[in-house]
């Protein structure tokens, strides 16, 4: 049967803007693969990490320059050898599994061998801003069961009460996307744990985090920018807690389902997490996160509008996808 592929930009606007240590957006640019074969067609999602030099032009070359592998039939065990880990090779795993299920007559869910997939509480983020503006913005949002709150600056303490007393009863997961120092470090830890904070992602930058091995961690310390794919995971054990499993950082749910999968085995905790996407980026990582131990999918509520169909968000809860969205 012959098969049709191809990769579009597409861009929705963010309610405001979304802050973090290394800088602001105000739209959401992502790459979508679409695979048809038949009646089926098979979609998937991916923005650009700017972080790892990704821009919306390379991960379109690199999309394109598969597409006639993937025209010719390559599957998603050939596509994890050709492909390196990114946000290219996630759009294109995500379009495969959606084609896979509709094919097949079954649920992504069933094909991962969930018999069931059920709401799960996702974190709302709060962008990073000064005490005061970060105090507004937690208040507003302080009936939600888990905030994810973004951090990364030489003096973050005032920003971490500040978050606490606007939301005295919600969990609090911080983000220092590796702006924290050695010289800071250990203070904004004890801070966090005096103000209950349940996780801290990433404080460090990759590759300068030894340190975490040899201090106290009076909050568990999660890496997201150490921990990109399966391999490797062990390494990171004397210095994280816990392990931030993200689709377009490990390259699609197939690659994410190892990192899972190892993540256990090695006794991590998991969150599953997410870019600022729409419903269709979300939908696989909403499988993937049904027995994960924080859930950071919120992407489509930080933006002004997403796509139709798309995700149930009700209250502090995520649906899981319906199949005219994806699987």
């Known amino acids: 049967m012959i098969r049709y592929a191809e990769a579009t930009i597409e861009s929705f606007p963010i309610a405001g ?17 679409t695979i048809r074969e038949g ?23 690199e999309i394109n320059a598969i597409l006639p592998m993937v025209v010719e039939g390559m599957d998603r065990s050939v596509l994890q050898s050709l492909m390196k880990p990114g946000a290219a090779r996630n759009a294109v795993d995500c379009a495969l599994w959606d084609l896979e299920a509709k094919k097949r007559g079954l649920t992504v869910m069933e094909g991962m061998g969930l018999s069931i997939a059920r709401p799960l509480v996702t974190a709302y983020t709060i962008s990073l801003g000064s005490a005061e503006e970060m105090a507004a913005q937690t208040a507003k949002w302080a009936h939600r069961k888990l905030l994810k709150v973004k951090v990364g600056t030489e003096d973050d303490e005032s920003r971490i009460r500040a978050v ?59 890496a997201d920018e150490s921990a990109h794919e399966a391999e490797g995971l062990e390494l990171l054990r004397d210095r994280y807690d816990a392990i931030n499993i993200k689709l377009d950082k490990a390259g699609g749910l197939t690659e994410a389902l190892k990192m899972k999968n190892r993540a256990r085995e090695l006794g991590y905790e998991v969150m599953i997490g997410c870019m600022v996407g729409t419903s269709l980026a979300m939908a696989p990582a909403v499988l993937l996160a049904q027995d994960a131990d924080f859930v950071d999918l919120d992407g489509p509520l930080l933006l002004a509008r997403d796509r139709t169909p798309g995700l149930v968000y009700d209250a502090s809860f995520v649906l899981p996808p319906a199949p005219a969205l994806w699987g």
């Open 17 to 33: 803007s979304f802050t973090i240590s290394r800088g602001s957006k105000t739209s959401a640019d992502v790459v979508v693969c």
């Open 39 to 61: 009646g089926n067609a098979g979609r998937g999602e991916c923005v650009p990490y700017r972080r790892y030099g990704e821009t919306i032009e390379s991960v379109m070359a």
């Open 164 to 222: 606490r007393a606007a939301a005295p009863d919600s969990a609090i997961v911080i983000d220092a996307n590796e702006g924290w120092t050695a010289d800071n470090l250990t203070h904004h830890l004890n801070v966090a744990a005096e103000c209950g904070i349940g996780l801290i992602e990433q404080p460090l930058p990759a590759g300068q985090d030894d340190l975490l091995a040899r201090i106290p961690h009076p909050v568990p310390i999660c």
